[in-house]
């Protein structure tokens, strides 16, 4: 009797194991990959008068978009994040390091609140004219921008825009910049239009504080892809 019971912990001993690692398993819940296959790019003009771009790519199946802080253009005000995700239901996913000696990659969630505009306001005012935007060579068509000129009633700032709709929804990008973080795009789009109209080109002149100058150059092909593993609990990884 005394060695059937030594047996039965041995085995238990034996399969404990087998079982931790099997529970090991089933703690992870999914992997979700997003293959970006979309770069996205503007042109500006910096606060030193130079030329830059801004460069964000897209996912075009689920409209998300991700923003690294070299190719968007932030780095300077932000050392620590890897990448923002943008998702079009306004939650923002930023991965970041956390400088310590592990230097391990965290997570963390942001909401913005986009509300879903039908049309342009009266005050945007088409003047017949137009002008194309963008480049074949990667395979994109190039996009026609029409014209408007809009001025505000409590200023006297005035503004040139060239706008085309898209499939694309770019509300989260017009709105990115509210966020209270470091990271702030060179770019700022206008937020009182609808998300799917793209922004080819933007000339504002600011009475006493210079003017504001940027256009739309292509959208390229890319291969860019983000791995997240999801926890039971929630908690997710980045790899």
């Not at 690692?21 to 503007?42: G, R």
């Not at 592990?102 to 003047?127: E, F, G, M």
């Not at 002008?131 to 040139?160: M, Q």
């Not at 933007?202 to 997240?228: D, K």
């Amino acid at each position: 009797m005394m060695n059937r019971f030594f047996k039965i912990i041995f085995i238990a001993f034996l399969l404990f194991p087998l079982f931790a690692v099997a529970q090991q398993k089933q703690a992870i819940k999914s992997t979700t990959q997003y293959n970006f296959s979309e770069m996205w790019i503007w042109e500006y003009t910096d606060a030193n008068g130079k030329m830059a771009q801004m460069a964000i790519y897209r996912e075009p199946k689920l409209n998300y978009w991700l923003l690294t802080p070299d190719d968007a253009g932030f780095r300077e005000t932000d050392e620590m994040t890897l990448w923002f995700l943008l998702k079009p239901n306004g939650e923002v996913l930023q991965a970041y390091q956390d400088g310590e000696k592990s230097n391990r990659k965290k997570l963390v969630k942001h909401q913005l609140h986009p509300v879903k505009k039908n049309k342009l306001p009266d005050y945007w005012k088409a003047t017949g004219k137009s002008k194309y935007f963008g480049d074949t060579f990667s395979g994109f068509p190039t996009i026609k921008g029409l014209e408007y000129k809009v001025s505000y009633t409590k200023t006297n700032d005035k503004s040139t825009f060239y706008l085309a709709t898209t499939k694309a929804d770019l509300s989260m990008l017009s709105l990115f910049n509210d966020l209270n973080i470091d990271a702030k795009l060179p770019v700022r789009f206008p937020k009182d239009i609808p998300g799917n109209f793209i922004t080819l080109s933007e000339y504002s002149v600011f009475p006493g504080s210079g003017a504001v100058r940027y256009s739309f150059r292509y959208i390229s092909q890319t291969e860019y892809y983000i791995q997240l593993v999801r926890l039971q609990d929630s908690a997710v990884n980045i790899r």
